[in-house]
């Protein structure tokens, strides 16, 4: 029995060592349809691999940092992408690297391929993994097929097919992934064949692009549609796409995006007659598999050839299901192109526009019945926009990822987050906010210095309570953390004092990527490549600051909603109405309209603290997120009133850093914090400040006291305990 396989007509099919669609080729291969030649890396090598090299501790050990039923999506992606690079760092061992690459040009010589996956529990009747796992396209030299395998065993781990896995319940430890290896065929058009439409048992559906099917397959690419009547034949509908551009190879390997000639623009992929051809290929395909099919295929000349087949499986997702919305987070280059211009140009300046125009409405003056309208037109734009920062703002942080694998393929680091160093900016709203803290801190100072006139700081004192007024309307403009106004002075002194005994971060604190960092990163790249990973890191820097910006803009917005929250509950308050604690939009809004409320409070109750460990030193493990080590007294964050309380040189704990309130950041030395990845906001700012960080430590906020000594790993994502 052999571990590596040529496909022919009389080969030996094996589904649990060749894998589904290594299987489903050499099944059309046997029944004398048309295939790109092919071989087979079975999954033994992959278990050899991994066993020989170390490589399985290591990612049973990442996928044990926490358990993979309470990972977030930036928790996988950040557990997926140290994976990958554990691929690609890893050394081939010699005697295992000398026989693949004797079997592979042995069988291809010098052409091109493309290397797929081929995973046993992949396109089975029951799990399609349709897209989940790697497909590397045009790969050209021995050396780059080589790291083409490992980068298809890596997506074993990717996120989405972790989060594929979980979902269906599938056992990780016996994960296993088969290589399929195709000669490339240059596609002058490809497409899909669909063997059931979604909205009708009686239709198939032909989709077709100009070139590869990459373009069809990231979404970049728009495609024509036909759909065929199942019994006759005959087409039924075809819709034509806006044709511009088609994926193609590139000389140097890989994939480009060139535009359409004008006849290409003008006509369909797809004549009646090669219609016809995908729709009787496939659905004799069916008649092979039993089973409708989901097809891949292209023309080489008049030929039609398969590249690949599987099952439509049956058990489709919900259209509210989260894995469709997960799925949605992945962008092509060409699609967060698009998708910038959007954002910068349009949305943003939009989100501005809304809550400034929002502020200059005079609120005071309505009428009840009149700031109930407001109230519940604030509460629908409110909506609108979060409905908007989950469509468009949260996708465009794939680039951050995107430019991580880029910079990670090309480099090979052995820190897989190496790239995030290019990435860091002082541009960042927060750390504005930050810089204004400071300068106030420094204000407030100079006007303390003179103790008389200390001993003379009063509410009453018009000269400090201006001044207090300036930064309070500033940093609320900054900020959606509420703050009772009696309090705010006290709070406000309070944060200005512990600002005034750190170094001043506008001078030292905040370290950008310098040039020089930039200039080695893009001396790898020449000609067309070069111009790629300027746009990528140009992308990931923009980003990798909307991460954090975005939601400061999403906050005025809930800033804007709240002030006319409180005066609607002032106003009921002054009319003997009992409201206690935090009450819904809508609630409020009707009682101002005369209606009689039966008050839900909307209050989330925060559970009980759970009873954590007692012993003397005790480490806890989560994900490393920002390099450094530091210790200091922990100070647990469960409530906003908690931060006005931070002291300089503590460790901050706690359930989230949102972006609102990271402004307290630059006083600590250290994050620990429950939710978990590298681009969440308490991460993105530990970094801007070069903060020991450690995400995703389970209970977190219940597990460490305030007050408790505390070490920060930074670097292995493991924070040490001490209690006293």
Not at 120 to 130: G, H, I, L, M, R
Not at 401 to 408: A, C, E, I, S, T
Request: negative net charge.
């Amino acid at each position: 029995m052999t571990d590596l396989m040529e496909i022919t007509s009389s080969v030996h099919i094996e589904m649990d060592r060749m894998g589904g669609k290594s299987a489903a080729i050499a099944r059309l291969a046997k029944a004398g349809f048309k295939v790109p030649r092919s071989i087979v890396i079975t999954s033994d090598v992959y278990d050899s691999f991994v066993e020989v090299t170390g490589l399985r501790g290591r990612i049973l050990f990442e996928l044990g940092r926490k358990d993979i039923e309470g990972m977030r999506w930036e928790e996988m992606w950040d557990t997926a992408l140290r994976i990958r690079n554990f691929f690609l760092t890893t050394p081939w061992p010699s005697s295992l690297r000398r026989r693949l690459e004797t079997f592979i040009t042995g069988s291809f010589k010098d052409s091109q391929v493309t290397v797929r996956s081929s995973a046993p529990d992949e396109d089975s009747t029951k799990n399609s993994f349709a897209g989940i796992h790697e497909s590397l396209v045009n790969r050209n030299g021995i050396d780059s097929v080589m790291d083409a395998i490992k980068l298809v065993w890596a997506s074993l781990w990717s996120d989405r097919a972790m989060m594929y896995r979980r979902e269906l319940r599938l056992d990780f430890t016996k994960s296993s992934m088969a290589v399929l290896i195709q000669e490339f065929i240059d596609g002058k058009k490809s497409g899909i064949f669909f063997g059931v439409s979604p909205n009708s048992q009686n239709l198939s559906v032909v989709e077709s692009v100009y070139g590869l099917n990459q373009g069809l397959v990231d979404g970049s690419v728009e495609p024509d549609r036909w759909t065929v009547n199942r019994e006759t034949g005959a087409v039924e509908s075809h819709l034509a796409s806006k044709r511009s551009i088609k994926v193609a190879p590139s000389k140097g390997g890989g994939l480009t995006t060139v535009e359409l000639s004008e006849d290409e623009i003008l006509s369909p992929p797809l004549n009646s007659a090669e219609v016809e051809t995908v729709f009787r290929n496939g659905t004799e395909a069916e008649k092979l598999f039993g089973l409708s099919q989901d097809v891949e295929w292209t023309f080489s000349g008049d030929e039609f050839i398969f590249l690949q087949s599987r099952p439509i499986t049956t058990n489709a997702l919900d259209p509210g299901d989260e894995r469709l919305w997960y799925r949605s987070l992945k962008r092509s280059l060409t699609n967060l192109r698009k998708l910038r211009k959007k954002v910068e140009n349009d949305l943003i300046p939009q989100m501005i526009k809304t809550a400034e125009e929002l502020a200059d409405i005079g609120l005071d003056s309505m009428s009840d019945s009149d700031l109930a309208g407001e109230i519940t037109r604030r509460t629908q734009i409110l909506k609108n926009w979060t409905n908007i920062y989950w469509a468009e703002f949260i996708p465009f942080a794939h680039a951050v990822r995107l430019f991580g694998q880029f910079y990670n393929d090309a480099l090979k680091p052995k820190d897989p987050f190496e790239f995030v160093s290019l990435l860091v900016t002082k541009d960042m709203l927060s750390v504005q906010r930050n810089r204004l803290l400071q300068e106030a801190s420094r204000k407030i100072s100079n006007f303390q210095a003179d103790e008389s006139r200390i001993l003379g700081i009063t509410a009453r004192n018009a000269e400090f309570r201006e001044l207090i007024d300036v930064y309070t309307r500033e940093f609320q403009e900054f900020s959606s953390v509420g703050m009772e106004l009696e309090n705010i002075e006290e709070n406000l002194l309070e944060l200005f004092s512990e600002f005034s005994k750190i170094p001043d971060r506008s001078e030292t604190g905040v370290e950008t990527s310098s040039s020089l960092e930039e200039d080695v990163f893009l001396s790898h790249f020449s000609g067309p490549a070069l111009e790629e990973a300027s746009e990528l890191l140009e992308l990931a820097r923009f980003s990798y600051r909307l991460r954090d910006d975005d939601n400061i803009y999403l906050g005025r917005l809930e800033s804007r909603l709240r002030s006319a929250l409180k005066l609607g509950e002032s106003r009921l308050a002054a009319k003997g109405a009992a409201i206690k604690g935090s009450r819904l939009p809508e609630e409020i809004a009707e009682a101002l309209r005369g209606k009689q409320v039966d008050w839900v409070s909307s209050k989330v109750e925060t559970p009980a603290p759970k009873e954590s460990y007692r012993s003397e030193v005790r480490q806890l493990r989560g994900q490393p997120a920002g390099g450094g080590f530091s210790s200091g007294l922990a100070r647990v964050i469960n409530a906003s009133e908690d931060l006005f309380s931070f002291k300089v040189g503590e460790i901050l704990v706690c359930d989230a850093v949102d972006p609102n309130i990271t402004f307290i950041v630059p006083l600590c030395v250290g994050i620990v914090e429950r939710r978990g990845g590298m681009l969440i906001h308490g991460a993105i700012i530990a970094r801007e400040y070069g903060i020991p960080c450690v995400t995703g430590v389970a209970d977190a906020a219940s597990a460490i006291h305030t007050g408790d000594y505390v070490t920060v790993d930074g670097f292995l994502g493991i924070v040490t305990l001490e209690r006293n």
